[in-house]
């Protein structure tokens, strides 16, 4: 059974980047059928979907945070990683790393999720 | 403000049906049969409970079942119990990006 499991600081400064690491268990992070995701949940709100890679390294990207997420592999220790620089209040959030695969009609199956991982922004 | 929207909360008593709407429109929800639906548990992994509009994943309870009719999807939970006290999200590919519905409170009376 696949469980993935998200590490990183609990608080970050105003202006730094954020680094937080997804670590894969059970299964081979390096497998065509999946892509692998970062998905955050800011305090009281709604899901909002960061963006994902494949074991290739191609990447996709939410286009409201391009311009400051990185999202980069490592097979060999079955992790992946989201870089989110420039830091403000407003990333103050739970970040979830989660797989996500297709079906025949679908590629929006997000399964599994890691627990979640609380990130704060403050001085 | 989401692509796709869902009321802020649904409660019922244990027993009842209740059942959860995801509006998009006809380019997204209206023209594929790509929604899912999540539950969450405050502390706790995200959990996919409907897939493909309709399909359950292995392990998730029967009573929870999924529909779409134009553009809205549903998700709807019968005999309602004290555990499926949660927020739900319905997702889908909207403008090239995957998308969230707003969220769903449901409380259990």
């Known amino acids: 059974q696949v469980q993935l499991q998200e590490s990183g600081p609990a608080l970050v400064k105003p202006s730094q980047t954020l680094s937080l690491t997804c670590s894969v268990s059970?299964?081979?992070?390096?497998?065509?059928?999946?892509?692998w995701n970062w998905i955050r949940q800011h305090p009281g709100m709604g899901l909002e979907w960061i963006g994902n890679?494949?074991?290739?390294?191609?990447?996709h990207y939410n286009p409201s945070l391009r311009s400051r997420i990185v999202i980069s592999i490592n097979t060999s220790k079955n992790q992946f990683f989201l870089n989110l620089s420039s830091l403000t209040a407003a990333d103050t959030a739970i970040y979830y790393c989660?797989?996500?695969?297709?079906?025949?009609?679908?590629?929006?199956?997000?399964?599994?999720w890691g627990p979640g991982t609380l990130v704060t922004v403050s001085s | 403000q989401s692509a796709l929207t869902q009321p802020a909360s649904v409660s019922g008593s244990p027993g009842q049906s209740i059942t959860i709407s995801c509006t998009g429109t006809s380019s997204d929800i209206g023209a594929y049969n790509d929604v899912s639906w999540y539950q969450l548990h405050p502390g706790k992994a995200p959990k996919l409970m409907i897939y493909e509009v309709t399909d359950r994943p292995s392990g998730v309870s029967n009573r929870f079942s999924g529909s779409k009719s134009g553009n809205t999807a549903s998700l709807t939970i019968s005999g309602l119990q004290a555990e499926d006290e949660a927020d739900y999200y319905c997702s889908s590919f909207v403008s090239g990006i995957w998308v969230f519905g707003g969220g769903t409170k449901v409380t259990v009376l």
């Open positions: 989660a797989r996500r695969y297709c079906t025949a009609n679908s590629c929006s199956l997000f399964d599994p």
């Open positions: 059970g299964g081979s992070i390096n497998s065509g059928a999946y892509h």
């Open positions: 890679i494949h074991h290739n390294e191609n990447t």
